[in-house]
Every structure is written in structure tokens, then in C-alpha cells.
């Protein structure tokens, strides 16, 4: 078998990379990147050498590049994770977020139906259904009701691909999940972001009133239930993921605090995201029943051992957060913490 992983050096992407290549170690994994300021090939610097792992360095919407490495590596199922994926980036430009998730699939699904590749695993988000109030979870039929600039543009190339399946009869999984941890999450997102600014004694800013809720999963256990679904998902399906493990910012934010050894002091209240989504919970009860997949990780367990990982790997955040990023971060955050809430 071999599979395209696009976006395979960001977060989840290098994750999954190296879980199918440890978990289908005769499987080729062709791995197609742009390597924005969000994918780094150090995420996978221990594949060098690997010859079933093969980077290509380009852009999803280069169907003149896309076609021929289909055809070239008799690619038999794509799955699709490159994206522009942070929420605050696509509220201060919104247009490469178009330009990228949703042009970008379309060219892509387009290339795939001129090769025939056999399988299209859409990796969307739970984002697509907007905000939930204080009880209640997503399900695959709630409504689609994106409200940043980022989960509108999900939620355009989630129907997209659907699109393709219901029009030209091509096989589209969609997949939703919740927000992931883990390894190698770049530090603009709420978890490292945190645990960096916490070991240089920064300020933590908390948006808001800290009190919404995001459905926490492990990055691994995105990657099982992502292989789950590219081998028994029905064609046509969404299947929605979550970890079942509902926590507010403020209390992450303690929590990391408590786990780095730094004072709750360092908490700043900050000027509230706009439009930002109140709660999202998933209801996990299709993808259980029908792939047979549940979390294996425990919220704390796992919150302890992310934590571990950046104190131990400045070297890796240093590297991804130099240049371009590091302007980009010091503006946003100085705005955010001259407009306090
Ligand atoms: P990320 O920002 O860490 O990585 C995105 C990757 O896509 C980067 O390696 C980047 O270089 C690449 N990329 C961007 N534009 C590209 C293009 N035009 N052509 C080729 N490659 C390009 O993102 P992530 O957090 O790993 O998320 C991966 C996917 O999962 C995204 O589609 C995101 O919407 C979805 N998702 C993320 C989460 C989460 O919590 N992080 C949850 C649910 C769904
Ligand atoms: O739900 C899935 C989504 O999760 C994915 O589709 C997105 O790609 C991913 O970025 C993530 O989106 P969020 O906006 O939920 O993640 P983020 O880490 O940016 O923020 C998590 C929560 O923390 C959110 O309520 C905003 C808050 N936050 C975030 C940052 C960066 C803060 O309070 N302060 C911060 O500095």
C-alpha cells in the first residue's frame, strides 16, 4: 500500500507519518509538504534514511506537481492534513486560509480523481459545528456553523470533498476531531505556547475569562482513529473524534503551570479572541461503534508527559519559533496584552 500524507511535517502530519510507519512498517508513505512556517522537516528528523518514508517538498495546489507524484508512486489513498490550522492567524488574514484549504483540497481532490486513488481521508475539525452552550455534544448531524475565518474555510473544503463523493462517485471519508496535544505542536497553539512562555518566565495570556472549553485528545489517538477510518471507514461517512476529555484554559493553564514548577503570577487576562467559540464536546458514539476505536491516552497522564517533552527539547521549539514567527508572535502579543479584558 502506499499512501499520501500532505501536510506530513506539521504537528499531527509528523505524528502520523511516523505512526504509519510504525504501525504499517510495509506501507510506503509519501509525504507532501510545503513547509510553511508550521512544518518543519525536524519533526521527522528521525526517518532520515528511511526509504519507505519519501519527503516531497510543494504545494497541494500544484496539480502539475500532484499528478505526476500520484502516478509516480502509485499512490492508492490520500490523507489530507495539510492546511493553514491556527485560529488567530486566519482572523489577522484570512485569505491563505482560502487559498490553501479550500482551493488547495479542490485542486487536490481533482488531481486524485484524474489518477483514481482510491481512498480520500478528509481531516477536518470539530470547529465546523461553531459553538456548543454548557451541556450537549457535536454530532455528525449537528449544524454546520463555523465561526472564524479558519473553520469556515474547513468547513468550505469538508463539503468539497463531501462534493466529490456524492458527484463523481469518489471514495471521501471525512473525519472531525477535537483540539490535540502532543509532541511537536507548534508553540502559537494554547499548550506549548504556554509551557514556552512559563519557562521564560513570560506572561500567560488567557483570553477572555479563560472559561472555554476545548475537548482535549492526544495527537496518537487522532492518528489510530485517522488509520481507522482510511481502513474500514465508509465511503461518504463523517466520523466525528474526540478525546472525552472536556477542560476550561484557566485550568490547563494552572495545570501546566503547576507541572513546570512556575507561579500562578505569571497569568495575564488578555483581550478576548474574536468571535471565539464558547465550548466544543464531541459525541464519539459513531466512530466507537462503527471502527471499533475509544482514546487509549488520560487527559493528565498525557498533559504530564507533553509538558516533559518541550522542557526537554528547547532546542526543537527554538529552531521552529525563529524568524519569521517570532515577528509575527511578538506583535500579536503585544497588542493582546495592551488591550487587557
Ligand atoms: P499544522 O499547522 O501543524 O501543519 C500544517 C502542515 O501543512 C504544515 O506542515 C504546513 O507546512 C503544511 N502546508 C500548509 N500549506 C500547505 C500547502 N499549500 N501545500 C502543502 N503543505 C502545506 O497543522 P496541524 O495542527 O498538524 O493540523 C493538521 C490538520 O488537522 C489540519 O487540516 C487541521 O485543520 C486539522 N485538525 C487539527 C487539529 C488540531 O488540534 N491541531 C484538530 C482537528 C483537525
Ligand atoms: O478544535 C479543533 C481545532 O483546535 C483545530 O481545528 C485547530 O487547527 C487548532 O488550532 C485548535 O483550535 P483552537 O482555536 O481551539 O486552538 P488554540 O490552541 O489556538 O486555542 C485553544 C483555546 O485556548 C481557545 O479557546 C483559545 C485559547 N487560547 C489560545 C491561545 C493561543 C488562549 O486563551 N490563549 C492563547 O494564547
Redesign the pocket.
Known amino acids: 500500500m502506499n499512501v499520501l500524507v500532505t501536510g506530513g511535517c506539521g504537528f499531527i502530519g509528523s505524528n502520523l507519518v511516523r505512526y504509519l510507519r510504525r504501525e504499517r512498517p510495509e506501507w510506503t508513505v509519501v509525504n507532501l509538504d510545503l513547509l510553511t512556517y508550521a512544518g518543519n522537516l525536524e519533526n521527522l528528523s528521525d526517518l532520515e534514511g528511511d526509504p519507505r518514508h519519501v519527503f516531497v517538498r510543494g504545494d497541494i495546489s500544484d496539480r502539475s506537481l500532484v499528478e505526476p507524484l500520484l502516478s509516480t508512486h502509485a499512490i492508492d489513498a490520500v490523507l489530507h492534513l495539510a492546511?493553514e490550522?491556527?485560529?488567530?492567524r486566519s482572523i489577522l488574514g484570512p485569505e491563505v486560509f482560502i487559498t490553501t484549504n479550500v482551493l488547495g483540497t479542490q485542486r487536490l481532490l481533482e488531481a486524485c480523481r484524474a489518477q483514481r486513488v482510491k481512498r480520500f481521508v478528509m481531516v477536518s475539525?470539530?470547529?465546523v459545528y461553531g459553538s456548543l452552550g454548557p451541556t450537549g455534544a457535536f454530532t455528525e448531524s449537528s449544524p454546520l456553523q463555523p465561526s472564524?475565518p479558519?473553520?469556515a474555510s474547513?468547513t468550505s473544503s469538508d463539503l468539497v470533498a463531501l462534493a466529490y463523493h456524492h458527484t463523481f462517485g469518489m471514495d471521501v471519508v471525512v473525519t472531525r476531531?477535537?483540539?490535540?496535544y502532543g509532541r511537536y505542536q507548534f508553540p502559537?497553539?494554547?499548550?506549548p505556547?504556554?509551557v514556552v512562555n512559563a519557562l521564560h518566565d513570560k506572561p500567560?495570556?488567557?483570553?477572555?475569562d479563560?472559561a472555554?472549553v476545548?475537548?482535549w485528545l492526544h495527537v496518537e489517538d487522532h492518528c489510530q482513529a485517522l488509520l481507522r477510518a482510511l481502513e474500514q471507514g465508509r465511503a461518504g461517512e463523517v466520523y466525528n473524534i474526540g478525546g472525552g476529555a472536556e477542560r476550561r484554559?484557566i485550568d490547563i493553564?494552572k495545570a501546566i503551570l503547576g507541572l513546570v514548577g512556575k507561579p500562578e503570577s505569571l497569568i495575564q487576562y488578555?483581550k478576548d479572541?474574536p468571535g471565539?467559540?464558547r465550548r466544543?464536546a464531541i459525541d464519539p458514539s459513531k466512530i466507537r461503534a462503527e471502527l471499533g476505536w475509544t482514546p487509549a491516552h488520560t487527559f493528565e497522564q498525557a498533559l504530564a508527559e507533553t509538558v516533559r517533552w518541550y522542557v526537554d527539547h528547547p532546542t526543537w521549539w527554538t529552531r521552529v519559533m525563529s524568524g519569521e514567527y517570532l515577528r509575527y508572535f511578538e506583535t500579536q502579543y503585544r497588542g493582546?496584552l495592551q488591550g487587557r479584558a
Do not use: F, Q, W
Request: aromatic share 8%.
Open positions: 492546511a490550522s491556527h485560529v488567530d475539525t470539530d470547529e472564524s479558519y473553520s474547513k476531531c477535537s483540539n490535540n502559537e497553539k494554547l499548550i505556547l504556554m500567560l495570556p488567557v483570553y477572555g479563560g472555554n476545548r475537548d484554559n493553564v488578555v479572541r471565539h467559540d466544543y493582546r
